[in-house]
């Protein structure tokens, strides 16, 4: 029998990305949701997910996708809205701090995708809805990333923190390879950028 160290974890190196657009073409959704082999990425029962995660993004525009992706400065500023808020109706601070943890308790739901209610059947959360989805197709499913487009608003992007490759990464988090740079006296005034870095 093998030892727990030495147990194999699947990795979740399949996957499907899919687009959604609502509203008369002013919001888009491209989202990348993963699995563990492309037999069940080929699934109508995994299309079927994707494309609901899509529509829920489109709905709710989340900002993250876990609770751990939240930032410790996005959880402060929300905090500090909400208990400038409370104060300004004159309450007590005492009164202001229940306040604050009552709105507090909704936030992860508000601005995370895997806590929010799924648009469609409101009494489960998107995380149980994968959940569900696993079990039923026996295989390990995330959401890896998502964008979210609204025409006249800025973009929303999240990345599942867990997935930051040592590459480094744009300013939404997302890992990027770095162009090769030119090799001094070259002759190539910028970067090759058809090829990357290793």
């Known amino acids: 029998m093998m030892s727990d160290a030495h147990k194999v974890t699947p990795s979740l190196s399949a996957g499907a990305v899919s687009s959604y657009i609502h509203a008369g073409g002013r919001i888009g959704v491209l989202v990348e949701v993963s699995c563990e082999s492309d037999f069940v990425a080929r699934t109508e029962d995994f299309r079927e997910l994707v494309h609901d995660i899509a529509m829920q993004i489109a709905a709710s525009d989340p900002k993250f996708i876990r609770k751990e992706d939240v930032t410790p400065e996005a959880y402060e500023r929300e905090k500090d809205i909400y208990r400038s808020q409370a104060t300004a109706t004159g309450k007590p601070p005492q009164i202001v701090e229940k306040i604050v943890e009552g709105k507090m308790s909704r936030f992860y739901e508000e601005v995370c995708l895997n806590e929010q209610p799924f648009i469609k059947d409101q009494t489960i959360s998107i995380s ?39 590459e480094g990464g744009d300013e939404s988090g997302i890992a990027v390879k770095k162009p090769i740079r030119p090799k001094s006296g070259s002759g190539f005034a910028a970067a090759n950028l058809d090829e990357e870095s290793e």
């Open 128 to 166: 149980q809805l994968i959940a569900a989805k696993a079990n039923k197709l026996g295989e390990k499913i995330a959401v890896r990333r998502f964008v979210r487009f609204k025409v006249g608003d800025s973009l929303t992007t999240a990345v599942d923190s867990r997935d930051r490759g040592p």
